[in-house]
T-cell receptor, first 112, second 112 residues
Framework: DTEVTQTPKHLVMGMTNKKSLKCEQH?????MYWYKQKAKKPPELMFV???????INESVPSRFSPECPNSSLLNLHLHALQPEDSALYLC???????????FGPGTRLTVT | GNSVTQMEGPVTLSEEAFLTINCTYT??????LFWYVQYPGEGLQLLLK?????DKGSNKGFEATYRKETTSFHLEKGSVQVSDSAVYFC???????????FGTGTSLTVIP
C-alpha cells in the first residue's frame, strides 16, 4: 500500500476560524512533510517531521501549527488565516534518509 | 547548495509527437533524481526515478537517464497521448537529509 490519505478534500474557512488538516500513511515512513502549492507553481515546503519530531520549519507563520501524534499521522492546525493562505496543501511521506516521496491528493483550502 | 532548473513551459504537442522536457541540477554529493506528474486537481505522483549515475528510470513509456557529467535528467517520451497532459516536476533528494528540491514545473498539453 503506497497511499497517503488527506482529509478533508476541500475546506472553506473564515479568517477567525480554527480548523485542522489531517494526513495518514501506513507505509512505515518516518519522514512526513507539509507543502503549500499555489496554482501553476511547484510545492513549497512548510514542515518536515523526522521520527515524529519537527526537523525543518521553513519560517512558516505561527498561524500554521503542525503536529505529529504518531508515526502514521500528521496534522496541520490552522488559525486566523489570511486570504493569501488559500492554496492546495499537500502531505507527503518518505523513508528516512532515502527514497522517493509519496504524496496525498491534497486539501484545497479557501480562506474567505 | 541543491537546486533544480527545469525547462519553462507551457509545452503544446500533437498526439504521437516526441516529448523532451529538460532538467538540470546542482547538488552536493550524490543525489537521487525524480520526475513527478500532477494531473489537474490532484497531488503529485511519482513517474520515475534514478538513484545513481547512468541509471535510467522508466515508466508508462517515459524515460530519463541520470547524467552526472552534464548534471541532467531530461524526461523523454517517444509518442505522447492526450492523457499525458499534465504538469511535470523534476526533483532531487540529496544523499543527506530528508529535504526534496523541485523544479518550477512544465505544463504539457497534448492535442488530438
Amino acid at each position: 500500500d503506497t497511499e497517503v490519505t488527506q482529509t478533508p478534500k476541500h475546506l472553506v474557512m473564515g479568517m477567525t476560524n480554527k480548523k485542522s488538516l489531517k494526513c495518514e500513511q501506513h507505509m512505515g515512513h518516518r519522514a512526513m512533510y507539509w507543502y503549500k502549492q499555489k496554482a501553476k507553481k511547484p510545492p513549497e515546503l512548510m514542515f518536515v517531521y523526522s521520527y515524529e519530531k519537527l526537523s525543518i520549519n521553513e519560517s512558516v507563520p505561527s498561524r500554521f501549527s503542525p503536529e505529529c501524534p504518531n508515526s502514521s499521522l500528521l496534522n496541520l492546525h490552522l488559525h486566523a488565516l489570511q486570504p493569501e493562505d488559500s492554496a492546495l496543501y499537500l502531505c507527503a511521506s518518505s523513508q528516512y534518509g532515502l527514497g522517493e516521496q509519496y504524496f496525498g491528493p491534497g486539501t484545497r483550502l479557501t480562506v474567505t | 547548495g541543491n537546486s533544480v532548473t527545469q525547462m519553462e513551459g507551457p509545452v503544446t504537442l500533437s498526439e504521437e509527437a516526441f516529448l523532451t522536457i529538460n532538467c538540470t541540477y546542482t547538488a552536493t554529493g550524490y543525489p537521487s533524481l525524480f520526475w513527478y506528474v500532477q494531473y489537474p486537481g490532484e497531488g503529485l505522483q511519482l513517474l520515475l526515478k534514478a538513484t545513481k549515475a547512468d541509471d535510467k528510470g522508466s515508466n508508462k513509456g517515459f524515460e530519463a537517464t541520470y547524467r552526472k557529467e552534464t548534471t541532467s535528467f531530461h524526461l523523454e517520451k517517444g509518442s505522447v497521448q492526450v492523457s499525458d497532459s499534465a504538469v511535470y516536476f523534476c526533483a532531487l533528494r540529496s544523499n543527506t537529509g530528508n529535504q526534496f528540491y523541485f523544479g518550477t514545473g512544465t505544463s504539457l498539453t497534448v492535442i488530438p
